[in-house]
């Protein structure tokens, strides 16, 4: 903007100082209008030698002020954008545009920018904004400000494809939100059978633009270059794209494409992440059993280290697999080795911070939760997270700020009308709690804190109705026994509840910090049982 205006400036000055001196003179006596006849030759030479030094002089000073001001204007913008970058420039990318008019190639819009997006994934001075997140433009009618507001991102890279006879040819723009300025546009082409060279040279255009670099013990090196079969790839692409489905797809029907990927590709790191990812996915829904989860997760996480030795990624994986073997202390080095290696990886602050109430250490805990958000602003579980956290710690007016503030957004809300009637509950004001838990509407036949609030308000046949549905869908698929310990509680039975509680501990279950937490079992917190399990989790 600077060199802008200084070269209207100058070229207006021209056009004036060019009428001003057709009129007057430079003369011994001062500026004089022109006579329309010379008294003397001399006179004439001589104010016309004193007009062009003063031409010349002014010229001389216009090109000086140019030149520092285009050093000027180059070095703050490149410090403006170093100082972006330390404070943590949020980036997005979405997924590219498929002008290639041929579905077989569809896969790539979300796939070619899922690959940009891991390239950067070591980079600590920039916050990389999840594909769960970014991903959910894809085909919108919404504008980059739009978007770029909604997702809170500073630089938006967007981009499109076409593919001749296997040579893709991908566009790419660079868009700085805040001022809507194109900071870079760029060409690459290469082959569909190294994919994963097109999408590292994206994220290099990326990075020269931003003038970042990776982290010192970054995860760089994951890039190494080894052509990927370009059916694997997409095979890898669908699987991906299975598990960001905000539907819910089963875990089959994501594993399927990743284990295609392996038999096609044994090489090829990361159908091996993503099998692990959703496994352990399946876990954090409460789908699919700790135990069961985690040693199968541990197989293909255990490979994909063997291919890629000390992946931050692949920590994150190991930490959380260790969580859900109850294994805490041998958790934690690998979810530090994570964050350092893979600053961006947002499974790791989610994991981490879980493991981190058995600790007791709220407060690193909420750091990581909101690292999370940030990362993965679109995802509803980060603000269930973090209100549940507050819960934890008896920090109910934040909770209940955290709470309503969703609610004010989307008042079916339904993770949010759960924790406020939880919230309720925690206050003692069950009338209100059973009021709010009817606005969710749904799923409350197998709703373990429904059942809980009827109990507590007298609907004694309403909890039982909930029990038995939860009991019977208990022997059919997993159902965290915690959950249930928490409902026999509130509907006073008591041994029974224990019982589901020793489940619940030999399962790993991750919900027994509800239990302990909450106010919602207090009446078996004092049995003996009750203090040899819990107590030995959280080193009491």
Known sequence: YVIRGLIYLLTIGLILWTGFSWVYDLTPDGIRKTPEEYDAVETRQMNSRRLNAVIVGSVITAVLVLVAGSFWAGSTWRMDKAAAATSGLRIAVLPFEDRSDNAEFAYLSEGLAEDVISTLFDFSTVSVISSRSAFQFRDTDKSIGEISRELNADIVLTGSYTITNQRVDVKVEIIDTEVDEILNYASVMGELGRIRDISTQIGGHLQESLGVTPAEAGDHEKKEGRPVSPEAFKLYSLGKSAMRDHTGQKLAEVTKYFEAAIELDPDYLDPYIGMAEAYLFDVNRGYLSPTEGAAKAKKYALKAEQLHPGSGEVSGLLGSIHFCNYEFDQAVPYFEKSLEKSPNFTLAYQWYSFILYFFRDFERAEQLQMKAALLDPLDALNDVYLASNYIFQDKLVQAEELIDAKLSLNPDHLEMIWLKSVLLVE?????????????????LDTNFVAGYIYARVGKEEQAERVLQTIV??????????????????????????????????????????????????????????????VGTLLRE
């Open 472 to 533: 019977e869908r208990s022997e059919k698929q997993y159902v965290p026994p915690s959950q249930i310990t928490i409902l026999l509680s509130g509907m006073g039975r008591y041994e029974e509840a224990l019982e589901r509680l020793e489940e619940a501990f030999l399962a790993h279950d991750l919900w027994i910090g509800w239990v302990h937490f909450t106010s919602m079992a207090n009446p078996i917190k004092n049995d003996p049982r009750y203090v040899s399990m």
């Open 427 to 443: 206050k003692g004001m069950y009338q209100e709690a059973y009021e709010t838990i009817l606005k969710r509407k749904q799923f």
